[in-house]
């Protein structure tokens, strides 16, 4: 959350009266429709593709981290239950 109003982020870019443009952007935008050029929307859309590949790359990596766990998990049960179907007590883990 922004505490402040300054804390949003405009585009900046001189308008015809030579004022900063206040239009806010969004995104990965680093210019308001008005002033941005080509490189300034492939440069947003290359930054917001990689945002989304890293984060994706990063929910993938913890998922197959987690189905570790889970298998750990389900073996540590299997175990549980077949010593004591065999009667015997299960031993404490660390």
């Known amino acids: 959350m922004r505490d402040h109003w300054s804390d949003v982020r405009t585009c900046g870019r001189p308008t015809r ?4 443009c206040r239009s806010r952007l969004h995104g990965y935008d680093v210019a308001c429709g008005v002033h ?25 990596s913890g998922s197959r981290s987690m189905k570790g766990v889970v298998d750990r998990l389900k073996h540590d049960l299997a175990e549980a239950r077949r010593r004591l179907e065999d009667g015997r007590r299960p031993r404490a883990t660390r």
């Open 17 to 20: 009266t030579g004022r900063p």
């Open 36 to 60: 941005a050029d080509e490189h300034d929307r492939a440069l947003a859309a290359a930054y917001g593709r990689g945002w989304r590949e890293g984060f994706s790359a990063g929910a993938d």
